[in-house]
């Protein structure tokens, strides 16, 4: 990793700065976007309160993590100001940490923030932030912090400003690469992709809805020390698969490839695969945007096949194809898209 210039000092500097943290505070205390509080829960005092201002179309995220050495297992619930549930979450978070959002607030109003326990007793630490005070990734500008137990997130906003663009790659580069930080993405679904299960620092790639506002949170790896990242927003490494032009594929074994390809909501793609001997080919074809399955064949019981589809919906297609022989050696597939004529 390279050595931080002045720029880039700034940068971490500015990270670290946006959430304050309070001291030991109250039940029921009043919070400002970017402020944190400490708690603590047990059998007996199992939910705290805290509350606070909100605006109509604000979006916010909530984040509650469990600190020191109890085994806090942390539960997240939003109330309007009428008292009404808005949303609730368990573990959102990394390992059994709560984190809710982002949400955009319906009203303006008073807003309260349960913080509760799903299991075991300990301290927490409860964040609210707005994502619109946020700093915003850019593509090729990367953003600069440092965590550790004393401060163990940051967090940052991510938004689409165009349909039909390329699909976007995330990564987060630590200064020890044994230990990366964890980069996690949140839509208004929830979670839609995290390095904590698979221990990597990248994420692509992002299929992510044009002029729609995304969370990223980097969290601390949890190991003593902390460490220093920097995080990436690029374009996608998944290559884009034009109409007419075939591409010859090498699937290894126990792994598959994957291309995008753009479609028109209304017109008919015709994709053709062609595999060697051994090879059966398994085809996966996702919706954009929000990654429903339009198209499933789990394995070809022979070497060619030929699949038309009646787009839906305007946007970038993910294919996935897999060899599902299970004769555990490489093969080559050619693949052929097709776009039909209308009418």
Not at 30 to 43: H, K, M
Not at 64 to 75: W, Y
Not at 319 to 334: C, Q
Request: charged residues 20%.
């Amino acid at each position: 990793m390279r050595p931080l210039t002045g720029s880039s000092a700034l940068l971490l500097l500015l990270c670290a700065a946006l959430v304050t943290p309070l001291a030991q505070a109250q039940d029921g205390q009043s919070l400002r976007y970017g402020e944190a509080v400490q708690g603590s829960l047990n059998p007996s005092a199992s939910e705290q309160d805290w509350r606070f201002s909100g605006n109509a179309g604000d979006w916010i995220l909530v984040d509650m993590r469990a600190i020191g050495d109890g085994e806090l297992d942390t539960f997240l619930t939003l109330l309007d100001p009428q008292g009404n549930a808005l949303a609730s979450d368990d573990d959102s978070g990394e390992g059994t940490n709560a984190r809710l959002g982002p949400l955009k607030l319906p009203a303006d109003g008073e807003y309260t923030i349960l913080a509760g326990r799903y299991d075991g007793a300990g301290a927490y630490l409860l964040t609210l932030l707005n994502l619109a005070l946020l700093p915003a990734l850019a593509p090729q500008k990367p953003l600069i912090g440092a965590l550790s137990d004393q401060h163990p997130a940051d967090f940052f906003a991510l938004a689409v400003p165009e349909p039909g663009g390329r699909p976007l790659g995330l990564s987060v580069r630590s200064s020890d690469p044994a230990r990366p930080s964890i980069l996690s993405v949140y839509g208004t679904q929830g979670m839609l992709a995290s390095t904590e299960d698979s221990g990597g620092e990248t994420l692509d790639p992002l299929l992510l809805v044009a002029e729609e506002l995304y969370a990223v949170v980097v969290g601390w790896s949890g190991q003593p020390g902390g460490e220093t990242y920097e995080l990436w927003l690029t374009d996608s490494r998944v290559p884009l698969l034009l109409p007419d032009q075939s591409v010859e594929i090498l699937l290894e074994p126990q792994a598959g490839a994957a291309y995008f390809f753009e479609g028109e909501e209304g017109t008919t793609a015709r994709l053709t695969i062609d595999a060697a001997a051994g090879i059966a080919p398994a085809l996966t074809v996702t919706m954009p945007g929000n990654g429903d399955i339009l198209f499933r064949n789990e394995g070809s019981q022979t070497r060619a096949l030929t699949v038309t589809l009646d787009l839906p919906a305007r946007g970038l297609y993910r294919l996935d194809i897999s060899d599902a022989s299970g004769h555990r050696l490489p093969g080559t597939v050619r693949l052929l898209l097709e776009i039909l004529p209308l009418g």
